[in-house]
């Protein structure tokens, strides 16, 4: 047995749990829109076509926000398309995802939608195809109350109250030579400033997303954030991250441990931010929206032969995970949570389908993958105050990150209760984790549970949709306060 330990103190505060933590990420790509999100004739199909069952699991899965309509699709996207009676809207050439894109859905019915699941709509702009005068009207549209060509345009669509979209994201990965309309940074931030600068003319108070890199590996990582930075400081509030990880060549040592890379990608932006920001001699902060980050196995998709016709929504990114991608996909979460007071917004991409946590078939089911566990426990269980934990544990050697310690672990407290969030990375034993709970006046845990089990490649199907997930856990004793941990396992402990 691994041996492990941690204090939990409310002195150690990091900073106030970020609801916009648990955003997710809708793309037109692939299913996740059409029989995705929604579905006309569905049996589930509510008056508006969306399905009802996609909806409740959204909720359940405690969504805060959902960044809207890409990914490289919006980098060829006009959304005037996507408005006014559906059988008039045009159906165009995707060139992202190399597919028909029919429109049926555009950004009223991705605000109604929003409001059913109880989330926060974030959209994105077309800056690849298009530019500042898109963004604006697309804005002017969403938000402008009344009494314009374009805001009584959204009320002739059925839409009265404006969308008050807050957050827009400035483009989408302008740093990638896949992206329709790629730019360097040079180009990139200069537009970028001047749609953020005319935005602000028609709101001053948005927040703004200036486009980072797609991954820390790409050439330009780093070079890309300082230039853009350097253009958009006084414009923007967030610099983006994106971030995909996936088991490689059968090394899931490495796999387990590729939150390793996400705080590298997280303090080295932060760092490149407050770089550009004491050049600049300012006293303002550019924060973090992680705004794509999931377990993407990615190599498979481009392995596979592009489509040869244009297909409406075919089944693109499904992948399917297993329990150690949720493991992985729990540490992803755990280092947002420890970033707290610099990532103030990510997007699990994606929502429905594409890689994504819930899975659903064209006219039958819906059902959660491995991954919707850790994601849905963190969102109802992260409250208050994350407090900074630092595991005493052992390490262990992988080939992608050199010595990587075997537990990764965070902690949140509010009045009520503290919550330990802990991935057991160990493939050989289980860890019996001992709390130092003393600073907590005397808590003791009050429920462990763990998703784990004998296979780490056990995934969850249509017809068997519980094979993993989280069960309590039985391995805690008190006084001292010690769970143990399987191998290759996400744990949520609760003290009170
Ligand atoms: O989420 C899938 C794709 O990954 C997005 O469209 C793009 O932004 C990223 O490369």
Not at 193 to 199: G, L, V
Not at 218 to 241: K, N, Q, R
Not at 329 to 349: E, F, K, M, Q
Request: hydrophobic share 40%; proline share 6%; aromatic share 8%.
């Amino acid at each position: 047995m691994h041996q492990a330990a941690l204090t939990l103190d409310p002195a150690f505060r990091v900073a106030p749990v970020q609801r916009r933590t648990f955003g997710t990420f809708v793309e037109h790509l692939g299913r996740c829109v059409y029989t995705g999100i929604y579905e006309p004739g569905h049996p589930a199909a509510d008056e508006d076509g969306f399905r009802a069952d996609v909806l409740e699991l959204t909720r359940e899965l405690g969504v805060s926000t959902v960044r809207y309509p890409g990914g490289n699709f919006v980098s060829g996207y006009r959304w005037e398309d996507g408005v006014g009676p559906k059988e008039l809207r045009p159906r165009r050439l995707d060139l992202a995802w190399h597919s028909t894109e029919t429109n049926e859905v555009g950004v009223d019915e991705f605000v109604r939608w929003c409001r059913k699941a109880g989330v926060e709509p974030m959209m994105a702009v077309n800056l690849g195809t298009r530019g500042i005068e898109a963004a604006l009207d697309l804005l002017e549209y969403c938000n402008h109350p009344s009494g314009t060509a374009l805001a009584d345009r959204r009320i002739a669509g059925g839409a009265k109250e404006p969308h008050d979209v807050r957050m827009w994201c400035l483009g989408n990965e302008m740093d990638g030579p896949w992206q329709t309309g790629h730019k360097t940074a040079a180009e990139y931030g200069r537009l970028a400033a001047e749609t953020a600068r005319a935005m602000r003319m028609i709101d001053p108070k948005l927040e703004l997303v200036a486009c980072g890199s797609s991954s820390s590996s790409m050439p330009t990582f780093g070079a890309w954030e300082a230039e853009v930075l350097t253009h958009t400081y006084d414009v923007v509030d967030y610099i983006s991250c994106h971030a995909y990880y996936e088991e490689k060549d059968g090394d899931l040592g490495s796999f387990l441990a590729c939150a390793t890379d996400m705080e590298f990608f997280i303090r080295s932006v932060a760092a490149t931010a407050d770089h550009v920001g004491a050049k600049l001699k300012s006293r303002k902060r550019i924060d973090i929206s992680f705004d794509e980050w999931n377990v993407w196995y990615l190599s498979r998709f481009q392995n596979a032969d592009p489509p040869s016709d244009w297909p409406v929504a075919p089944r693109l990114l499904e992948d399917h995970y297993h329990l150690a991608d949720a493991v992985a996909v729990g540490g992803l979460l755990i280092t947002l949570l420890r970033h707290s007071d610099r990532v103030r917004a990510a997007s699990l991409a994606q929502l429905v389908n594409v890689i994504a946590p819930i899975m659903t078939e064209p006219g039958g089911r819906a059902w959660r993958q491995t991954t919707f566990h850790p994601f849905a426990q963190a969102s109802r269980y992260a409250s208050g105050d994350v407090l900074r934990v630092e595991p005493v544990c052992p390490s262990y050697e992988t080939a992608a990150y050199g010595q990587v310690p075997l537990l990764h672990a965070v902690a949140t407290h509010d009045e009520r209760s503290t919550t330990v969030f802990a991935i057991n990375r160990a493939t050989d034993r289980p860890m019996e984790l001992r709390l130092d709970a003393r600073a907590l006046g005397g808590a003791r845990v009050v429920e462990a549970s763990t998703l784990s089990g004998p296979d780490v490649y056990a995934r969850n199907t249509a017809d068997d949709p519980g094979r993993v997930a989280p069960r309590p856990n039985p391995d805690v004793r008190h006084d001292p306060e010690t769970v143990v941990l399987p191998p290759v396992s996400w744990n949520v402990i609760r003290l009170g």
